[in-house]
């Protein structure tokens, strides 16, 4: 009762009515306001930012700070000269070498993502399904590789890879090896180090949906005499559709664009975009080139996952 | 109207606040240019590059606080510089990206009045630098070195059947590197340096930006890709120290530093270092000032402390690499100083070339040959 008094009153206050007034005005009511939060975090940190890439990869390269041409040129008093430079992006269509790194980033990506569902699905469905107390304490156990850094852990697989390494010298000692396997700087090291560093990504939002789950359905499935692995494919799996895309999409995305673990566990021969893009901006100096690059990859990636949801969004209207 | 001021104003207020958080307590810039500067000084040096008591010395002496801030490679130090507003006051890039740093506007032109230490440098070097930096208006130089090959003698005795290296051969010919291939063979990840040395091999001219002699360079590398294990700028330091490979191409300095890890492991690992008969690519750091540096006065004080002769011959000391500075010479340890790895001999020294910057085309196209050895692409 106090409080809606109180409330009356700060509404009855005149530069409060004033300030609400304009606000309304404008048309900046709360609502708005909690939703325009996101819409602003996004238009500083994500439009702004692509903003400028995209402003510098249409820009001539130079010499000098900063090391590509200003878009606009002040030419007189009135006269405003605009030069935009599709060149960068024609470029990109000329060399075998961008096409074969983007397509070979998500092969591995791909890749990636399947191993780590393989790895992950089983993972999350025992957390799922075991006693809360468990639950907790698992759970707890596939977050806890966050608490050190990601770097030093990829750093430690080269330790355990290396020819003198863990793996290798357990193995001699053990004689079921004469020679050390090579598997530091291979395909092979890049995909562990991959499945290692994203597979809580894949394993969360599993578990969330499969935590979820109406295990009702399952026993109903049970008592009609339908056999556990039937049950688990037609009930469970497809239950669990969003927690699978959900993961694939947050194990693939940046999995694309890694950089850091191709480059401390592949091998040369392991052609990334993300190496090119690195290569682009520190070796090459062209920081327009590098930005198409950068461009190029978030429309070949976005624009599929944009075509997918806007499907899905639409079947799901159909389906109500 | 206002609508849009308004949301640019409060764009321009974040971004203020990010760029706060990003730089390191910096300290409040001071008021005006004429205003005497504030006791700060923001350093950034390469990585393990300067001795132990160097800067706690300098703020003894002049009570300036140093801010000192590490990079290993000077491409990530040169994109810090095109962006613009590092707010360092001294940066050390080698003199070939420093000379197409000088010519973007990067570097303020030094006050010589105030570097009365000018007088201790090495006319030589000072010359040789200035093949980068002419007249030696924006740069001083820190401390030099070359790229020739490091390497495990105990491992290439097993291979080849000798343990000492004298020839680019060792790498470039491949009947060499098949035998080398087991125990590892390894390449700095830097197409400069590595196609540079492929060309005094071949005996062509390193800054010729002949494409011809570009495509003799990468077939000849290509060549003996296949027995390459990786290519690297800094790993080797660490697989050297332990026996993990046994010849790299890389930087003397780096494979000084694995010889005397080598050396403290608990199974001790040897590992020379050798400048081709050939002749190698030698290179130098340079202290320079950025044009925007907000205590540029400071600046020209430190660097005039690095040029006096027992600081500089400190630093050679701890870091074995040699230095520009006549006057410190002889008071280099005697290890240090005779050792013809670290100041090479007068003949040896003669068939050192220096590296200099690349047209961006040229950059570009051996940018391009690199990726094709390294990937087959």
């Known amino acids: ?320 | 109207m206002r609508n849009i001021y308004k949301s640019g104003l409060l764009v321009a207020a974040l971004a203020v606040a990010v760029a706060g958080c990003g730089k390191k307590e910096e300290g409040e810039k001071a008021a005006g240019p004429p205003a005497p500067e504030e006791k700060i000084l923001n350093v950034y040096n390469w990585s393990d590059y300067i001795a132990e008591d160097t800067i706690a010395n300098f703020e003894q002496q002049t009570g300036i606080k140093v801010n000192y801030d590490v990079f290993d490679s000077n491409e990530v130090l040169e994109t810090k510089l095109l962006a613009g507003k590092t707010g360092y006051d001294v940066v050390v890039p080698s003199a070939s990206f420093l000379e197409r740093q000088i010519k973007a506007g990067v570097f303020m032109a030094l006050d010589q009045a105030k570097l009365p230490n000018l007088v201790n440098m090495d006319p030589e070097i000072m010359q040789r630098v200035a093949l980068h930096d002419p007249g030696n208006e924006h740069s001083v130089p820190y401390l030099w070195g070359t790229t020739g090959i490091g390497y495990n003698p105990e491992k290439v005795m097993a291979a080849l059947g000798t343990d000492t290296i004298d020839s680019w051969s060792t790498i470039f010919d491949p009947a060499n590197a098949a035998k080398l291939k087991d125990c590892g063979i390894v390449m700095l990840d830097a197409p400069t340096e590595v196609f540079d040395s492929a060309l005094i091999y071949l005996g062509k001219d390193p800054n010729s930006e002949s494409e011809e002699d570009l495509k003799a360079a990468s077939d000849l590398i290509m060549k003996i890709r296949p027995y390459v294990r990786y290519f690297h700028s800094s790993q080797y330091i660490n697989d050297l120290a332990n026996g993990e490979i046994c010849v790299a191409l890389g930087w003397s300095g780096d494979i000084l530093q694995a010889q005397a890890r080598g050396a403290e492991a608990e199974k001790p690992v040897n590992v020379a270092y050798a400048i081709p008969k050939e002749g190698a690519i030698i290179w130098f750091d340079m202290l320079a000032i950025p044009a925007d540096a907000p205590h540029p006065d400071n600046a020209h004080q430190f660097v005039n402390y690095i040029m006096e002769p027992a600081v500089i011959a400190g630093i050679s000391d701890y870091v074995a690499y040699a230095n520009g500075n006549a006057a410190s010479f002889e008071m280099i340890d005697e290890a240090v100083r005779t050792d013809p790895s670290v100041y090479p001999t007068p003949e040896v020294k003669s068939k050192l070339y220096p590296s200099l910057a690349e047209s961006q085309e040229y950059s570009r196209l051996s940018n391009r040959a690199w990726t094709t050895v390294r990937t087959g692409q």
């Open chain 1, 1 to 320: 009762m106090l409080l809606a008094e109180l409330m009356a009153w700060i509404r009855a206050f005149g530069p409060y009515r004033w300030a609400s007034h304009r606000l309304l005005n404008w048309g900046i009511t709360g609502r708005t306001a909690v939703i325009g939060l996101p819409y602003l975090w996004l238009i500083l940190f994500f439009l702004i930012p692509f903003i400028i890439v995209l402003k510098i990869s249409v820009s001539d390269i130079r010499l000098g700070m900063p090391p590509y041409e200003p878009m606009v040129h002040w030419i007189e008093h009135q006269v405003v000269a605009l030069q935009i430079n599709f060149g960068n992006y024609a470029f990109l269509f000329k060399d075998a070498l961008y096409r074969n790194a983007y397509m070979n980033s998500i092969l591995v990506a791909a890749g990636s993502t399947v191993l780590c569902l393989l790895v992950g699905y089983p993972m999350a469905y025992g957390i799922a399904r075991t006693s809360p107390s468990w639950r907790n304490l698992l759970l707890m156990m596939v977050m806890l590789p966050f608490w050190t850094s990601f770097l030093l852990r990829v750093y430690a697989w080269i330790g355990i890879l290396k020819n003198n390494g863990l793996i290798n010298n357990v193995l001699m000692a053990m004689g079921v090896i004469d020679e050390p396997i090579v598997m530091l700087q291979t395909d092979f090291a890049v995909y562990v180090g991959i499945v290692y560093s994203y597979l809580p990504f894949m394993v969360l939002p599993l578990y969330a949906t499969l935590e979820k789950m109406d295990l009702t359905l399952l026993e109903a499935a049970a008592d009609l005499g339908c056999h556990p692995t039937k049950a688990f494919m037609t009930i469970t799996l497809p239950l669990s559709v969003p927690g699978i895309v959900a993961g694939s999409m947050l194990v693939f995305i940046p999995a694309v664009g890694e950089f850091v673990i191709p480059a401390l566990l592949g091998g040369p021969d392991s052609l990334m975009i993300g190496r090119v893009l690195w290569e682009e901006f520190f070796h090459n100096r062209d920081w327009p080139v590098a930005s198409a690059v950068a461009i190029a990859m978030l429309i070949l990636l976005v624009g599929p996952i944009m075509i997918l949801q806007y499907n899905q969004g639409r079947q799901a209207g159909a389906h109500r």
